[in-house]
């Protein structure tokens, strides 16, 4: 593990900036949010990071963590990390701007805060879609045997309503458990999940960023209580439950269903777009503007190998875009496929029900028949009921004439 390597501002500003002729690239600093449970907005920044990259390309990104709390996930391998001074102004020689989630609050000149373009850390983490490609995070699955299982968040000690239909739910889709968490709360989940005869594997709590994202990427269903590890699941394929303080039985039923059958779809945000692409011009006017030139005093040379190497992102930002497309229409195929199974199965068995209505009501006709045969054996021929009472109808017509007559006599006696 590799520690969080201290920036040296002073000695590193000369080979940085010229005032005289400007930067062609320009020097952008990054800072990762290190106050979470999870690595989520850890991700979700470096997906920022790679979209400014694209929009406001060539860059130079480095990236920081705050030391006053140092990140579980400070020694992500595959990205050098540089520790935030205490005096952020020390960075002001080094990097046109600094971009970071509650950087307005410190009031720095080059530092631009992404809530300037009204753009929160949840939003940013519907960019996971563009960075978070199966292929990115394929390799970097942890335990490639636990793909396409149950991840439960195991955080405290969940109801014992959530362990029951998880149990179950596992045991009717045949799919196995994995758990993330503290190793107190996943061995007590454990145990409970033992009353049910279900095991779960115990993915562990030291996982790095890439590492965590392919457990959520390539998961069946995510069962969590954390808000923002459910709004990534949720961005990234849609197949997720959240767990509420009090869980229903019948709700946690459909959730699990819906999410396993397929039924739930990713979450996203059209206003989103249009946030990333407001925030990527602030980033630009604001390094410009310490650069103390605006967009049109650019060389011809600068604004040529600014076209060439936005070209060159766009070109591999397409090749990505394109194997994403070629994976949703081979999973698009395979859904086809399922759907055109399930509508044979369904045709099969309403044949079969058909089929059993017919023996049904063959058999029912067969035994009213038996019935009536047993009926003259033992005690003759069955005698049918009279359609008509005519006694009843008799005593009717005899009541109407009494009163009839009593009418008669009260009009006579009245004349």
């Known amino acids: 593990m590799t520690s969080i390597k201290s ?32 690595p989520v907005g850890w991700l979700a920044t470096r997906a920022l990071g790679a979209e400014i990259e694209w929009r406001n390309g060539p860059v130079n990104i480095q990236w920081f963590a705050d030391k006053l709390t140092p990140a579980l996930w400070s020694a992500d391998l595959s990205l050098k990390i540089n520790e935030l001074p205490e005096s952020i102004s020390e960075l002001e020689g080094e990097l046109d701007v600094l971009l970071g989630h509650g950087l307005a609050s410190r009031k720095i000149e080059f530092g631009v805060d992404p809530a300037e373009a009204e753009l929160t850390l949840s939003d940013t983490a519907s960019l996971l879609t563009r960075y978070l ?17 149950i991840l ?15 149990a179950r739910h596992a045991m009717s889709r045949t799919i196995p458990i994995s758990l993330i968490g503290s190793e107190s709360d996943l061995n007590r989940f454990a145990e409970q999940l033992k009353r049910h005869n279900q095991t779960a594997t115990n993915v562990g709590s030291d996982l790095d960023p890439e590492e965590f994202a392919a457990l959520i990427q390539h998961a069946a269903i995510v069962v969590t ?68 030139r605006s967009i049109s005093e650019r060389s011809g040379d600068q604004e040529r190998e600014r076209l060439k190497q936005l070209t060159k992102l766009h070109q591999q930002q397409a090749l990505r875009w394109n194997e994403q497309r070629r994976r949703s229409k081979e999973t698009i195929d395979y859904l086809r496929q399922d759907i055109l199974r399930i509508e044979s199965e369904r045709d ?7 089929h059993s209505r017919r023996a049904l009501r063959a058999q029912h006709n067969r035994l009213n028949r038996l019935e009536m045969q047993i009926a003259k054996q033992d005690q003759g021929p069955a005698r049918l009921h009279r359609s008509v009472d005519w006694v009843s109808v008799l005593a009717q017509i005899e009541r109407d004439l009494l009163k009839l007559l009593y009418w008669l006599r009260r009009q006579f006696r009245k004349g």
Do not use: C
């Not at 099969?348 to 058909?354: K, M, P, Y």
């Open 7 to 38: 920036t040296q501002t002073a000695a590193s500003a000369s080979s940085y900036k010229s005032t005289s002729q400007g930067r062609e690239i320009l020097n952008i600093g990054i800072v990762l949010p290190t106050e979470e449970r999870h």
């Open 133 to 149: 490609s199966p292929n990115l995070t394929q390799g970097n699955h942890p335990a490639p045997s636990m793909q396409d299982s």
């Open 152 to 166: 439960v968040d195991v955080n405290g000690d969940l109801p014992q309503t959530v362990v029951d239909e998880i």
């Open 225 to 292: 209580g954390d808000s923002a590890l459910q709004h990534a699941a949720q961005v990234l394929h849609g197949r997720t439950v959240f767990i509420s303080q009090n869980p229903e039985e019948l709700t946690l039923q459909r959730e699990l269903w819906s999410a396993s059958s397929g039924t739930s779809l990713p979450r996203k945000n059209p206003a989103t777009e249009t946030k990333i692409q407001r925030l990527a011009e602030i980033v630009e006017q604001t390094a410009l503007l310490r650069l103390d």
């Open 348 to 354: 099969l068995a309403e044949q079969e029900a058909s």
